[in-house]
């Protein structure tokens, strides 16, 4: 049987009278890139958050790389959360020392080679960047980390439509192994379609729909076909 990089059963957050997660049933394969789709509210978030062991299920059973989430499984993800921010006074150079010394699996090579691809100046500091150029900072601190699971809420958020495809363009390029899995939940589904081999699309925090996007294409088209029918 294929091994599991997460598998959720039942998976329930309540947050006063609302549901964040209802129920929420998940398997996803290792070794796949995955898109985690769904409009505002529907849970994506929620399901990371669960996933790094930031927040606790009231109900249902969670893995990750096999294990329960929380401190052993950590060590094995990294995470951007949607709405990041970077250290300001940091230069790109001093973020990716930072990540040799703190990141398990940071390679500085494979960050210095993202930064040059997409443009990012080794020498300018957080406080001076753009919003596309902080948001790319942080995406290659996660994405140059050689550990088995990626998980990056909304990266591209803030990233101007031409920037968006060659860094899209560079993330097929750096994911083409196959050995990590990588979680994206993205809005941009139009520009990151290329990107997944595997699709979940989620409503009121349930998983409504998933698995390989070939299939899916092939029976209801594309992923932005699919989302205008479903919601
Ligand atoms: N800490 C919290 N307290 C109260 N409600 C919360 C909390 N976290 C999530 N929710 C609620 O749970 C639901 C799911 O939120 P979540 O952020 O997971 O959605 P999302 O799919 O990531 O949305 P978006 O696409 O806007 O980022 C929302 O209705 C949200 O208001």
Redesign the pocket.
Known sequence: MTTAAVFCRGVTKQ?GQ?Y?LNGLELFIPQGCTVGVL?P???????LFRMLTGLTRADRGKIEVLGKAPGWRTNKEIAYLP?RARWYPDYTVNESFRWGENFLPGFERETAERLASFMKLDMDMRAVGMSRGQEARLMLILCIARQVPLIILD?PFSGIDVISREKIIEGLIEHMSTGEQTVLI?T?EIYEAEPLFDHVVF?NEGQVILAGEADKLRGKYGSMHTILQKMY
């Open positions: 947050y609302k964040a769904g505002n509210g529907s849970g994506k978030s929620s949607d909304e939940s809005h989620m």
